[in-house]
C-alpha cells in the first residue's frame, strides 16, 4: 500500500468513527419520551429566625436517577400558594398520659393561617376513626382531640392507619401533611416465634409507597403505648426505627426522646410550624419508564447554609404508548 493509500485508508477508517460517534447519542436522544411534569412540595431546613434565605429557581438542581431535570415551576407557599390539609392523626394505643400534651397540640391547632385546614383522626383496627373532617375551624378541631382509648382494637397497626387515611383523602391542590403521635409499634404483626427477633415492619415501606404516590409528608411524634409488647425493648425500639424511616422518606421528620414519654410536645410542634412556613412547590419535567411508579430523586440548593428537604422519590406516569 502506498503512503498515499494509507492515508486515504486511515481518512476512512476516521470518518467512519466520528460519525458512529456522533450517531450514537442522537439515536438516544430520539428514543427517550418526552419528560411529564410532576409536584413535589420541598422544605428548607435549618432554618433559625422569621427571615429565611430566599431560594430562587437558578439557584436548585433536580436530579432524577442522577440525571439533572427540567424545573417548570418553584414557588414558595405562601399567599395565594399557602393552602395546606394538615391532618392531627393519634394512635388508639397511646398510654392515656397524653392528655398532658393536649394543651400544647390544641396551641399548636389554634395557631394555624386560616389558609390551613385542619384534621383530627384515632388509628385503630388499621383504619382511622375521623373526629373531624378538614375544616378551617380551628377552634372547632381542637374541640374533637379526646384521650386515646389504650387499646390498639383487633388489628391495630400505625402504618396501615395511615394508608387508610391517605386513600381516603380527598382531591385537593394544596399540600398534604400528617402528624402522627404513635409510639410506632405494628400490633398486627407483633407476634412471633419465641427466641427470633423481628425486623423492620414491612407496612413501613408500604405507608411509605403511598405517602410519596400522594405527595403526603409524614411527621411523627414519638409517645409509649400500652400492653405487654411496649415493654419489650426490641419492639418498642422497632417502632421508634419503623416512624423514623417514615418520616424521612416522604421528606417530614420524626421527633422522640428515646423510649420515653416527652416531657412537651411544644418544641417538636415548633419546629413542624416552622418548616410548614418554610416550603416551596416544585414541578420539574421528570423522565417516563415504560410503566408509571416512584423514581428516585434528590432536590439540591447551591446557597450557603441552606438545605432543601424532600421525599425521597416521586409518583411518574408511563410514557406515552407509541413513543
Known amino acids: 500500500?502506498?503512503?498515499?493509500?494509507?492515508?486515504?485508508?486511515?481518512?476512512?477508517?476516521?470518518?467512519?468513527?466520528?460519525?458512529?460517534?456522533?450517531?450514537?447519542?442522537?439515536?438516544?436522544?430520539?428514543?427517550d419520551p418526552p419528560a411529564v411534569p410532576v409536584q413535589m412540595t420541598v422544605t428548607l431546613s435549618g432554618v433559625t429566625g422569621?427571615?429565611?434565605?430566599?431560594?430562587?429557581?437558578?439557584?436548585?438542581?433536580?436530579?432524577?436517577?442522577?440525571?439533572?431535570?427540567p424545573?417548570?415551576?418553584?414557588?414558595?407557599?405562601?399567599?395565594?400558594?399557602?393552602?395546606?390539609?394538615?391532618?392531627?392523626?393519634?394512635?388508639?394505643?397511646?398510654?392515656?398520659r397524653l392528655g398532658?400534651?393536649?394543651?400544647?397540640?390544641?396551641?399548636?391547632?389554634?395557631?394555624?393561617?386560616?389558609?390551613?385546614?385542619?384534621?383530627?383522626?384515632?388509628?385503630?383496627?388499621a383504619t382511622v376513626q375521623i373526629a373531624q373532617n378538614f375544616t378551617n375551624d380551628h377552634a372547632q378541631a381542637a374541640q374533637a382531640l379526646r384521650l386515646p382509648m389504650a387499646n390498639p382494637g383487633a388489628f391495630g397497626s400505625p402504618y396501615l392507619s395511615v394508608i387508610d387515611l391517605m386513600r381516603r383523602w380527598?382531591?385537593?391542590?394544596?399540600?398534604?401533611?400528617?402528624?402522627?403521635?404513635?409510639?410506632?409499634?405494628?400490633?398486627?404483626r407483633s407476634s412471633r416465634p419465641r427466641g427470633r427477633l423481628s425486623t423492620l415492619l414491612p407496612d413501613v415501606d408500604?405507608?411509605?409507597?403511598?405517602?410519596?404516590?400522594?405527595?403526603?409528608?409524614?411527621?411523627?411524634?414519638?409517645?409509649?403505648?400500652?400492653?405487654?409488647?411496649?415493654?419489650?425493648f426490641w419492639e418498642a425500639n422497632n417502632g421508634q426505627m419503623g416512624i423514623s424511616r417514615l418520616s424521612d422518606v416522604t421528606g417530614a421528620e420524626s421527633f422522640f426522646l428515646g423510649t420515653q414519654a416527652p416531657v412537651s410536645f411544644r418544641p417538636y410542634l415548633d419546629q413542624i410550624q416552622t418548616d410548614?412556613?418554610?416550603?416551596?412547590?416544585?414541578?420539574?419535567?421528570?423522565?417516563?419508564?415504560r410503566n408509571e411508579g416512584l423514581q428516585s430523586v434528590s432536590v439540591e440548593t447551591d446557597v450557603t447554609g441552606a438545605e432543601l428537604v424532600s421525599a425521597d422519590s416521586v409518583w411518574v406516569p408511563a410514557a406515552s404508548k407509541g413513543e
Not at 439557584?59 to 439533572?68: G, Y
Not at 397540640?105 to 385542619?118: D, E, N, R
Not at 403511598?210 to 403526603?216: C, E, I, L, M, N
Not at 411523627?220 to 400492653?227: L, N
Request: aromatic share 8%; proline share 6%; glycine share 6%.
Open 50 to 69: 422569621n427571615l429565611p434565605p430566599a431560594i430562587t429557581r437558578d439557584q436548585v438542581t433536580v436530579q432524577q436517577n442522577r440525571n439533572r431535570m
Open 100 to 125: 398532658s400534651q393536649f394543651s400544647e397540640i390544641k396551641s399548636f391547632i389554634t395557631a394555624q393561617p386560616a389558609t390551613t385546614s385542619v384534621g383530627i383522626g384515632y388509628m385503630r383496627n
Open 1 to 31: 500500500m502506498t503512503t498515499r493509500q494509507s492515508t486515504l485508508f486511515k481518512a476512512v477508517i476516521l470518518s467512519v468513527f466520528l460519525c458512529g460517534a456522533s450517531f450514537v447519542p442522537i439515536r438516544s436522544q430520539a428514543t
Open 276 to 289: 410548614l412556613g418554610n416550603q416551596y412547590l416544585l414541578t420539574f419535567g421528570a423522565q417516563p419508564a
Open 170 to 188: 380527598p382531591e385537593h391542590p394544596n399540600r398534604r401533611v400528617v402528624v402522627m403521635v404513635t409510639d410506632g409499634i405494628d400490633r398486627a
Open 71 to 96: 424545573i417548570l415551576k418553584w414557588v414558595p407557599a405562601r399567599n395565594e400558594h399557602a393552602g395546606l390539609d394538615l391532618f392531627i392523626l393519634i394512635d388508639d394505643a397511646c398510654d392515656p
Open 206 to 232: 408500604s405507608a411509605s409507597d403511598v405517602a410519596q404516590r400522594t405527595g403526603t409528608l409524614v411527621y411523627t411524634i414519638y409517645f409509649p403505648g400500652v400492653g405487654h409488647v411496649q415493654r419489650n
